[in-house]
Protein backbone atom coordinates (compact mmCIF):
# COMPACT_ATOMS: atom_id res chain seq x y z
CA UNK A 1 0.00 0.00 0.00
CA UNK A 2 2.24 2.57 0.69
CA UNK A 3 4.91 1.73 -1.76
CA UNK A 4 1.70 2.59 -3.86
CA UNK A 5 1.35 5.99 -2.54
CA UNK A 6 4.96 6.40 -3.89
CA UNK A 7 3.57 7.02 -7.29
CA UNK A 8 0.74 9.68 -6.27
CA UNK A 9 0.77 12.72 -4.07
CA UNK A 10 -2.13 15.47 -3.05
CA UNK A 11 -1.37 19.25 -2.64
CA UNK A 12 -0.91 18.70 0.98
CA UNK A 13 2.44 17.03 -0.79
CA UNK A 14 2.91 20.68 -2.20
CA UNK A 15 2.47 22.33 0.65
CA UNK A 16 4.72 20.84 2.93
CA UNK A 17 7.73 20.45 -0.04
CA UNK A 18 6.95 24.44 -0.26
CA UNK A 19 7.96 25.00 3.27
CA UNK A 20 10.95 22.72 3.29
CA UNK A 21 12.27 24.85 0.72
CA UNK A 22 11.49 28.39 2.20
CA UNK A 23 12.90 27.01 5.96
CA UNK A 24 15.78 25.64 3.89
CA UNK A 25 16.90 28.76 1.77
CA UNK A 26 15.79 31.62 3.02
CA UNK A 27 16.69 33.73 6.54
CA UNK A 28 14.30 33.34 9.67
CA UNK A 29 13.41 36.93 8.82
CA UNK A 30 11.44 35.91 5.32
CA UNK A 31 9.82 32.61 6.59
CA UNK A 32 6.41 33.94 7.31
CA UNK A 33 6.54 36.53 4.42
CA UNK A 34 7.90 34.15 1.52
CA UNK A 35 4.60 34.31 -0.99
CA UNK A 36 6.04 32.60 -4.20
CA UNK A 37 3.72 29.81 -3.59
CA UNK A 38 0.05 29.74 -2.93
CA UNK A 39 0.95 27.54 0.11
CA UNK A 40 2.20 30.44 2.38
CA UNK A 41 4.06 28.83 5.58
CA UNK A 42 0.98 29.34 8.06
CA UNK A 43 2.14 26.87 11.06
CA UNK A 44 3.49 27.70 14.32
CA UNK A 45 7.61 28.18 14.22
CA UNK A 46 8.31 24.85 15.71
CA UNK A 47 7.07 22.88 13.04
CA UNK A 48 8.66 25.37 10.89
CA UNK A 49 11.89 24.40 12.44
CA UNK A 50 10.88 20.86 11.95
CA UNK A 51 10.17 21.47 8.10
CA UNK A 52 14.16 23.07 8.47
CA UNK A 53 15.54 19.98 10.12
CA UNK A 54 14.18 17.46 7.10
CA UNK A 55 15.19 19.80 4.38
CA UNK A 56 19.04 19.23 5.61
CA UNK A 57 18.24 15.42 5.08
CA UNK A 58 16.01 16.16 1.78
CA UNK A 59 19.41 17.83 0.39
CA UNK A 60 20.59 13.95 0.06
CA UNK A 61 17.40 12.88 -1.88
CA UNK A 62 16.99 16.03 -4.36
CA UNK A 63 18.24 19.37 -3.98
CA UNK A 64 16.03 20.65 -6.57
CA UNK A 65 12.95 19.65 -4.12
CA UNK A 66 14.74 22.57 -1.88
CA UNK A 67 13.88 25.47 -4.81
CA UNK A 68 11.15 27.72 -3.80
CA UNK A 69 10.68 28.29 -7.51
CA UNK A 70 10.20 25.11 -8.48
CA UNK A 71 6.60 24.98 -7.66
CA UNK A 72 4.69 21.58 -7.82
CA UNK A 73 8.03 20.16 -8.07
CA UNK A 74 7.54 15.94 -7.69
CA UNK A 75 10.35 13.80 -8.66
CA UNK A 76 10.56 10.43 -7.62
CA UNK A 77 13.00 10.91 -4.76
CA UNK A 78 11.28 13.64 -3.88
CA UNK A 79 7.67 11.42 -3.55
CA UNK A 80 9.98 9.11 -1.61
CA UNK A 81 11.88 11.30 0.91
CA UNK A 82 8.22 12.90 1.82
CA UNK A 83 6.84 9.69 2.59
CA UNK A 84 9.53 8.10 4.42
CA UNK A 85 9.50 10.92 6.43
CA UNK A 86 6.01 10.42 7.38
CA UNK A 87 6.79 6.66 8.02
CA UNK A 88 10.12 8.05 10.32
CA UNK A 89 8.10 10.60 12.29
CA UNK A 90 5.62 7.92 13.00
CA UNK A 91 7.81 6.09 15.59
CA UNK A 92 6.71 9.28 18.27
CA UNK A 93 2.94 8.05 17.86
CA UNK A 94 3.77 4.56 17.76
CA UNK A 95 5.48 4.97 21.05
CA UNK A 96 2.62 7.25 22.75
CA UNK A 97 0.36 4.68 21.88
CA UNK A 98 2.44 1.71 23.65
CA UNK A 99 2.31 4.83 26.72
CA UNK A 100 -1.28 4.96 26.47
CA UNK A 101 -1.68 1.03 26.72
CA UNK A 102 0.43 1.02 29.99
CA UNK A 103 -2.26 3.46 31.62
CA UNK A 104 -4.94 1.03 30.96
CA UNK A 105 -6.20 -0.71 34.29
CA UNK A 106 -7.24 -4.01 32.89
CA UNK A 107 -10.30 -5.35 34.96
CA UNK A 108 -11.48 -7.29 32.60
CA UNK A 109 -9.58 -10.57 32.72
CA UNK A 110 -9.26 -12.62 29.19
CA UNK A 111 -7.46 -15.48 28.06
CA UNK A 112 -7.08 -14.64 24.57
CA UNK A 113 -4.53 -11.67 23.93
CA UNK A 114 -6.71 -10.54 20.92
CA UNK A 115 -9.71 -9.49 23.49
CA UNK A 116 -7.22 -7.96 26.23
CA UNK A 117 -8.55 -3.89 26.29
CA UNK A 118 -4.87 -2.86 25.61
CA UNK A 119 -4.37 -4.67 22.59
CA UNK A 120 -7.64 -3.52 21.58
CA UNK A 121 -6.62 0.20 21.71
CA UNK A 122 -3.19 -0.42 19.93
CA UNK A 123 -5.10 -1.79 16.88
CA UNK A 124 -7.40 1.33 17.36
CA UNK A 125 -4.99 3.66 17.71
CA UNK A 126 -1.99 1.88 15.39
CA UNK A 127 -4.49 1.57 12.26
CA UNK A 128 -6.73 4.01 12.71
CA UNK A 129 -8.06 4.46 9.14
CA UNK A 130 -8.22 8.37 9.34
CA UNK A 131 -4.68 8.56 10.16
CA UNK A 132 -3.99 5.75 8.06
CA UNK A 133 -5.13 8.09 4.69
CA UNK A 134 -4.61 11.26 5.59
CA UNK A 135 -0.77 10.67 6.33
CA UNK A 136 0.12 8.05 4.17
CA UNK A 137 -1.96 8.46 1.24
CA UNK A 138 -3.09 12.15 1.09
CA UNK A 139 -0.33 13.28 3.20
CA UNK A 140 0.19 14.82 6.07
CA UNK A 141 1.71 14.39 9.60
CA UNK A 142 -0.67 13.93 11.64
CA UNK A 143 0.75 10.72 13.21
CA UNK A 144 3.43 12.39 14.69
CA UNK A 145 1.13 15.84 16.21
CA UNK A 146 -1.31 13.21 17.77
CA UNK A 147 1.77 11.11 19.07
CA UNK A 148 2.59 14.35 20.66
CA UNK A 149 -0.98 14.95 22.50
CA UNK A 150 -1.53 10.87 23.36
CA UNK A 151 2.19 10.89 25.42
CA UNK A 152 1.13 14.11 26.65
CA UNK A 153 -2.11 12.64 27.82
CA UNK A 154 -0.14 9.65 28.93
CA UNK A 155 2.02 11.72 31.06
CA UNK A 156 -1.05 13.21 33.19
CA UNK A 157 -2.68 9.66 33.59
CA UNK A 158 0.64 8.65 35.11
CA UNK A 159 1.15 11.40 37.12
CA UNK A 160 3.85 13.46 35.93
CA UNK A 161 2.27 16.37 35.29
CA UNK A 162 5.07 18.78 34.17
CA UNK A 163 6.04 16.30 31.67
CA UNK A 164 2.76 16.31 30.46
CA UNK A 165 2.29 20.21 30.58
CA UNK A 166 5.76 20.38 28.70
CA UNK A 167 4.90 17.43 25.95
CA UNK A 168 1.40 19.66 25.51
CA UNK A 169 2.82 23.82 25.18
CA UNK A 170 5.26 22.02 22.73
CA UNK A 171 2.83 20.38 20.77
CA UNK A 172 0.78 23.81 20.77
CA UNK A 173 3.58 25.60 19.29
CA UNK A 174 3.62 22.80 16.44
CA UNK A 175 -0.20 23.21 15.14
CA UNK A 176 -1.93 25.55 16.86
CA UNK A 177 -4.98 23.86 16.16
CA UNK A 178 -4.30 21.93 19.69
CA UNK A 179 -5.61 25.20 21.29
CA UNK A 180 -8.84 24.02 21.27
CA UNK A 181 -8.34 21.49 23.93
CA UNK A 182 -5.79 23.17 25.74
CA UNK A 183 -9.31 24.20 28.34
CA UNK A 184 -9.44 20.84 29.40
CA UNK A 185 -5.36 20.89 29.93
CA UNK A 186 -5.38 23.70 31.66
CA UNK A 187 -8.35 22.62 34.36
CA UNK A 188 -6.59 19.55 35.00
CA UNK A 189 -3.70 20.91 35.85
CA UNK A 190 -5.12 23.43 37.93
CA UNK A 191 -7.38 20.92 39.64
CA UNK A 192 -5.12 17.90 39.98
CA UNK A 193 -1.56 19.48 40.28
CA UNK A 194 -2.13 22.64 41.47
CA UNK A 195 -3.99 21.74 43.97
CA UNK A 196 -2.75 19.52 46.44
CA UNK A 197 -5.49 17.99 47.99
CA UNK A 198 -8.85 17.84 48.32
CA UNK A 199 -11.94 17.16 50.61
CA UNK A 200 -13.25 13.55 51.04
CA UNK A 201 -16.66 14.55 49.13
CA UNK A 202 -13.84 15.92 46.48
CA UNK A 203 -14.50 19.26 47.09
CA UNK A 204 -11.41 21.79 46.85
CA UNK A 205 -9.40 22.34 49.87
CA UNK A 206 -8.15 25.99 48.87
CA UNK A 207 -5.38 26.23 51.88
CA UNK A 208 -3.72 23.23 49.84
CA UNK A 209 -3.14 25.33 46.66
CA UNK A 210 0.58 25.73 45.34
CA UNK A 211 1.91 28.46 44.31
CA UNK A 212 4.39 27.09 43.57
CA UNK A 213 3.14 24.55 41.34
CA UNK A 214 1.22 27.53 39.44
CA UNK A 215 4.95 29.45 38.77
CA UNK A 216 6.25 26.04 37.31
CA UNK A 217 3.49 25.68 34.69
CA UNK A 218 3.57 28.95 34.06
CA UNK A 219 7.79 29.06 34.26
CA UNK A 220 6.82 25.80 31.24
CA UNK A 221 4.70 27.90 29.12
CA UNK A 222 6.60 31.06 29.09
CA UNK A 223 9.83 29.24 28.57
CA UNK A 224 8.24 27.49 25.61
CA UNK A 225 6.69 30.32 24.03
CA UNK A 226 9.57 32.65 24.34
CA UNK A 227 11.54 29.83 22.27
CA UNK A 228 9.22 29.35 19.39
CA UNK A 229 8.10 33.18 19.40
CA UNK A 230 10.71 35.33 20.53
CA UNK A 231 12.85 35.11 17.71
CA UNK A 232 9.85 36.66 15.70
CA UNK A 233 8.84 39.16 18.98
CA UNK A 234 12.69 40.43 18.84
CA UNK A 235 12.32 40.61 14.87
CA UNK A 236 9.24 42.59 15.06
CA UNK A 237 7.15 40.14 12.88
CA UNK A 238 4.86 38.54 15.70
CA UNK A 239 1.76 40.39 13.89
CA UNK A 240 2.82 38.83 10.74
CA UNK A 241 3.27 35.43 12.05
CA UNK A 242 -0.08 35.90 13.94
CA UNK A 243 -1.94 37.10 10.61
CA UNK A 244 -0.50 33.35 9.05
CA UNK A 245 -1.87 31.55 11.64
CA UNK A 246 -5.37 32.86 11.83
CA UNK A 247 -6.42 33.63 8.12
CA UNK A 248 -10.06 34.62 8.93
CA UNK A 249 -10.29 35.43 5.56
CA UNK A 250 -10.43 31.97 3.81
CA UNK A 251 -14.54 31.82 4.85
CA UNK A 252 -16.39 29.73 7.32
CA UNK A 253 -16.01 26.77 5.36
CA UNK A 254 -12.92 24.94 3.63
CA UNK A 255 -13.60 24.39 0.16
CA UNK A 256 -15.06 20.94 1.06
CA UNK A 257 -17.12 21.03 4.04
CA UNK A 258 -16.22 19.29 7.17
CA UNK A 259 -19.39 18.17 8.46
CA UNK A 260 -19.98 19.82 11.63
CA UNK A 261 -22.96 22.45 12.35
CA UNK A 262 -21.92 25.19 9.81
CA UNK A 263 -22.13 22.03 7.00
CA UNK A 264 -25.97 22.18 8.27
CA UNK A 265 -26.57 25.93 8.45
CA UNK A 266 -24.93 26.19 4.97
CA UNK A 267 -27.37 23.25 3.51
CA UNK A 268 -30.37 24.95 5.44
CA UNK A 269 -29.63 28.30 3.64
CA UNK A 270 -29.07 26.76 0.29
CA UNK A 271 -32.33 24.93 0.95
CA UNK A 272 -34.09 27.89 1.28
CA UNK A 273 -32.98 30.40 -1.31
CA UNK A 274 -34.08 27.69 -3.67
CA UNK A 275 -37.30 27.58 -2.48
CA UNK A 276 -37.18 31.33 -2.58
CA UNK A 277 -36.16 31.43 -6.35
CA UNK A 278 -39.18 29.40 -6.85
CA UNK A 279 -41.79 30.90 -4.98
CA UNK A 280 -40.13 34.66 -6.01
CA UNK A 281 -39.67 35.27 -2.63
CA UNK A 282 -36.46 36.20 -3.32
CA UNK A 283 -34.20 38.37 -6.59
CA UNK A 284 -31.87 36.54 -8.17
CA UNK A 285 -29.98 39.73 -8.81
CA UNK A 286 -29.48 40.57 -5.08
CA UNK A 287 -28.01 36.78 -4.22
CA UNK A 288 -24.48 36.99 -3.12
CA UNK A 289 -22.31 35.96 -6.31
CA UNK A 290 -19.70 34.15 -4.21
CA UNK A 291 -20.91 30.20 -4.04
CA UNK A 292 -20.58 28.33 -1.13
CA UNK A 293 -20.85 25.63 -3.00
CA UNK A 294 -18.25 26.89 -5.20
CA UNK A 295 -15.26 24.46 -4.08
CA UNK A 296 -13.20 27.19 -3.54
CA UNK A 297 -11.69 28.97 -0.52
CA UNK A 298 -12.69 31.91 0.05
CA UNK A 299 -15.72 34.09 2.03
CA UNK A 300 -19.08 34.32 1.02
CA UNK A 301 -22.20 35.41 2.33
CA UNK A 302 -25.64 33.36 2.96
CA UNK A 303 -28.52 34.52 1.29
CA UNK A 304 -31.38 34.13 3.53
CA UNK A 305 -30.02 33.24 7.15
CA UNK A 306 -27.24 35.51 8.72
CA UNK A 307 -24.14 35.30 7.60
CA UNK A 308 -22.05 34.27 10.21
CA UNK A 309 -18.37 35.71 11.43
CA UNK A 310 -15.34 34.47 13.02
CA UNK A 311 -16.63 36.28 16.52
CA UNK A 312 -19.78 34.45 16.00
CA UNK A 313 -18.05 31.01 15.52
CA UNK A 314 -15.88 31.87 18.68
CA UNK A 315 -18.49 32.78 20.73
CA UNK A 316 -20.34 29.22 19.87
CA UNK A 317 -17.08 27.59 20.33
CA UNK A 318 -16.82 29.06 23.92
CA UNK A 319 -20.61 28.07 24.71
CA UNK A 320 -20.43 24.69 23.53
CA UNK A 321 -16.88 23.61 25.55
CA UNK A 322 -18.01 25.43 28.89
CA UNK A 323 -20.09 23.04 30.22
CA UNK A 324 -17.33 19.96 29.82
CA UNK A 325 -14.74 22.69 31.75
CA UNK A 326 -17.09 22.91 34.66
CA UNK A 327 -17.81 19.63 34.75
CA UNK A 328 -13.90 18.32 35.01
CA UNK A 329 -13.75 20.95 37.71
CA UNK A 330 -16.82 20.81 39.74
CA UNK A 331 -17.01 16.64 39.04
CA UNK A 332 -13.50 15.67 39.23
CA UNK A 333 -12.91 11.78 38.25
CA UNK A 334 -9.35 12.10 37.28
CA UNK A 335 -7.60 10.99 34.77
CA UNK A 336 -11.22 9.24 33.00
CA UNK A 337 -12.53 12.84 33.44
CA UNK A 338 -9.78 14.63 31.89
CA UNK A 339 -10.09 12.72 28.78
CA UNK A 340 -13.53 12.67 28.41
CA UNK A 341 -13.22 16.49 28.17
CA UNK A 342 -10.44 16.56 26.01
CA UNK A 343 -12.89 14.65 23.61
CA UNK A 344 -15.84 17.36 24.13
CA UNK A 345 -13.29 20.52 23.35
CA UNK A 346 -12.48 18.72 20.47
CA UNK A 347 -15.70 17.95 19.13
CA UNK A 348 -16.96 21.30 20.32
CA UNK A 349 -14.41 23.25 18.25
CA UNK A 350 -14.88 20.78 15.03
CA UNK A 351 -18.35 21.66 15.29
CA UNK A 352 -18.18 25.24 16.24
CA UNK A 353 -15.25 26.38 14.76
CA UNK A 354 -13.82 28.88 12.12
CA UNK A 355 -12.65 27.19 8.43
CA UNK A 356 -12.25 23.48 10.14
CA UNK A 357 -10.66 21.03 8.03
CA UNK A 358 -12.33 17.29 7.61
CA UNK A 359 -9.30 16.13 9.03
CA UNK A 360 -9.75 17.64 12.27
CA UNK A 361 -12.18 14.82 13.38
CA UNK A 362 -9.15 12.84 14.37
CA UNK A 363 -8.53 15.67 17.05
CA UNK A 364 -11.77 13.75 18.82
CA UNK A 365 -11.89 10.65 17.54
CA UNK A 366 -7.60 9.33 18.72
CA UNK A 367 -8.53 10.45 22.69
CA UNK A 368 -12.15 8.79 22.16
CA UNK A 369 -10.30 5.26 21.55
CA UNK A 370 -8.96 5.13 25.60
CA UNK A 371 -12.41 5.64 26.40
CA UNK A 372 -14.20 2.80 24.45
CA UNK A 373 -12.87 0.05 25.62
CA UNK A 374 -13.29 1.03 29.33
CA UNK A 375 -17.11 1.22 29.04
CA UNK A 376 -20.02 0.03 26.95
CA UNK A 377 -21.63 3.60 26.35
CA UNK A 378 -18.65 5.43 25.34
CA UNK A 379 -17.74 2.21 22.72
CA UNK A 380 -21.10 2.98 21.57
CA UNK A 381 -20.51 6.76 20.98
CA UNK A 382 -17.34 6.01 19.82
CA UNK A 383 -18.55 3.25 16.91
CA UNK A 384 -20.64 6.04 15.21
CA UNK A 385 -17.85 9.06 15.71
CA UNK A 386 -15.10 7.21 14.14
CA UNK A 387 -17.21 5.27 11.35
CA UNK A 388 -19.21 8.43 10.17
CA UNK A 389 -15.99 10.66 11.07
CA UNK A 390 -13.57 8.43 8.63
CA UNK A 391 -16.48 8.06 6.04
CA UNK A 392 -15.83 11.94 5.72
CA UNK A 393 -12.30 11.93 4.88
CA UNK A 394 -13.34 9.86 1.91
CA UNK A 395 -13.31 12.79 -0.47
CA UNK A 396 -9.65 13.75 0.22
CA UNK A 397 -9.50 10.41 -2.00
CA UNK A 398 -10.83 11.15 -4.93
CA UNK A 399 -8.82 9.37 -8.15
CA UNK A 400 -10.23 6.21 -9.50
CA UNK A 401 -7.45 3.89 -8.21
CA UNK A 402 -8.21 4.55 -4.62
CA UNK A 403 -11.57 3.95 -4.79
CA UNK A 404 -11.10 0.33 -3.69
CA UNK A 405 -8.32 1.24 -1.53
CA UNK A 406 -9.83 3.32 0.98
CA UNK A 407 -13.07 1.12 0.79
CA UNK A 408 -11.25 -2.02 1.91
CA UNK A 409 -9.20 -0.08 4.60
CA UNK A 410 -12.43 1.42 5.96
CA UNK A 411 -13.97 -1.89 5.89
CA UNK A 412 -11.04 -3.22 7.53
CA UNK A 413 -11.24 -1.06 10.11
CA UNK A 414 -14.46 -0.61 10.87
CA UNK A 415 -15.87 -4.17 11.07
CA UNK A 416 -12.55 -5.22 13.75
CA UNK A 417 -13.96 -2.17 15.43
CA UNK A 418 -17.42 -3.69 16.25
CA UNK A 419 -16.23 -7.21 16.20
CA UNK A 420 -13.48 -6.37 19.25
CA UNK A 421 -15.62 -4.10 21.08
CA UNK A 422 -18.76 -6.11 20.88
CA UNK A 423 -16.86 -9.17 22.15
CA UNK A 424 -15.32 -7.15 24.97
CA UNK A 425 -18.61 -6.01 26.23
CA UNK A 426 -20.51 -8.73 25.26
CA UNK A 427 -22.56 -9.72 28.61
CA UNK A 428 -23.29 -5.70 28.36
CA UNK A 429 -26.51 -4.59 26.05
CA UNK A 430 -25.99 -3.71 22.51
CA UNK A 431 -23.52 -0.89 22.34
CA UNK A 432 -26.08 0.51 19.50
CA UNK A 433 -29.79 0.52 18.99
CA UNK A 434 -31.76 -0.23 15.72
CA UNK A 435 -32.00 3.79 14.62
CA UNK A 436 -28.08 4.13 15.05
CA UNK A 437 -27.49 1.36 13.24
CA UNK A 438 -30.00 2.35 10.36
CA UNK A 439 -28.10 5.22 10.27
CA UNK A 440 -24.70 3.69 9.87
CA UNK A 441 -25.59 1.21 6.98
CA UNK A 442 -27.23 4.30 4.88
CA UNK A 443 -23.70 5.24 4.30
CA UNK A 444 -23.26 2.42 2.18
CA UNK A 445 -25.48 3.49 -0.16
CA UNK A 446 -24.61 7.02 -0.09
CA UNK A 447 -21.00 6.11 -1.14
CA UNK A 448 -22.66 4.01 -3.97
CA UNK A 449 -24.68 6.89 -4.94
CA UNK A 450 -21.48 9.45 -4.67
CA UNK A 451 -19.06 7.78 -6.20
CA UNK A 452 -20.53 5.09 -9.30
CA UNK A 453 -24.24 6.69 -10.00
CA UNK A 454 -23.90 10.48 -9.87
CA UNK A 455 -20.83 10.15 -12.31
CA UNK A 456 -23.25 8.59 -14.83
CA UNK A 457 -25.78 11.21 -14.33
CA UNK A 458 -26.48 14.84 -16.79
CA UNK A 459 -26.30 16.15 -12.68
CA UNK A 460 -22.62 15.61 -12.83
CA UNK A 461 -22.41 18.73 -15.24
CA UNK A 462 -24.87 20.98 -13.56
CA UNK A 463 -24.60 19.94 -9.52
CA UNK A 464 -20.84 19.05 -9.29
CA UNK A 465 -20.86 19.77 -5.43
CA UNK A 466 -23.55 17.78 -4.75
CA UNK A 467 -22.18 14.35 -4.09
CA UNK A 468 -19.58 16.87 -1.13
CA UNK A 469 -22.63 18.21 0.35
CA UNK A 470 -24.88 14.83 0.52
CA UNK A 471 -21.34 13.30 2.28
CA UNK A 472 -20.62 16.34 4.61
CA UNK A 473 -24.48 16.64 5.67
CA UNK A 474 -25.03 13.51 6.29
CA UNK A 475 -22.45 13.23 8.22
CA UNK A 476 -22.41 16.30 9.90
CA UNK A 477 -26.29 14.77 11.39
CA UNK A 478 -24.45 11.16 12.75
CA UNK A 479 -21.51 13.58 14.31
CA UNK A 480 -23.80 15.90 15.69
CA UNK A 481 -25.41 12.98 17.61
CA UNK A 482 -22.74 11.77 18.94
CA UNK A 483 -21.54 14.70 20.37
CA UNK A 484 -24.66 15.34 22.09
CA UNK A 485 -25.07 11.72 23.08
CA UNK A 486 -21.49 12.02 24.91
CA UNK A 487 -22.09 15.25 26.37
CA UNK A 488 -25.65 14.16 27.56
CA UNK A 489 -23.57 10.86 28.90
CA UNK A 490 -20.78 12.99 30.62
CA UNK A 491 -22.71 15.76 32.46
CA UNK A 492 -25.37 12.58 33.54
CA UNK A 493 -22.73 10.76 34.72
CA UNK A 494 -22.56 10.08 38.61
CA UNK A 495 -19.46 10.64 40.29
CA UNK A 496 -18.76 8.13 43.23
CA UNK A 497 -16.81 9.92 46.57
CA UNK A 498 -13.97 7.76 45.66
CA UNK A 499 -13.72 9.16 42.37
CA UNK A 500 -13.97 12.59 43.86
CA UNK A 501 -11.51 11.84 46.69
CA UNK A 502 -8.95 10.75 43.47
Given at each position: ?????????????????????????????????????????????????????????????????????????????????QRLSVIFTDTLFIYAAHECCRCINEKRAAKDILEKPTFILAVLLLWNFGLLIVDHIHFQYNGFLSGLMLLSVARLCQKRYLEGALLFAVLLHFKHIYMYVAPAYGIYLLRSYCFTANNADGSLKWRNFSFLRVTLLGLIVCLVSALSLGPFLVLGQLPQVISRLFPFKRGLCHAYWAPNFWALYNAVDKALTILGLKCNFLDSTKIPKT?????????????????????????????????????????????????????????????????????????????????????????????????????SLFPLLFTLPELPIKILLMLLFTVYSFSSLKSLFRREKPLLNWLEIIYLIQLVPLEIFCEIVFPLTPWKQHFPFLPLLLTSVYCALGITYAWLKFYISVLTERTSVRQKAE
Open positions: LLIRTFCSYSTDFEVHRNWLAITHNLPLSQWYYEATSEWTLDYPPFFAWFEYALSHIAKYFDPQMLVVENLNYASPATIFFSMTGGLVQEFQHTVLPSVTPLATLICTFIAILPSVFCLWFKPQGPRGFVQCLVLCALSSFMFGWHVHEKAILLAILPLSLLSIQRAKDAGVYLILATTGHF
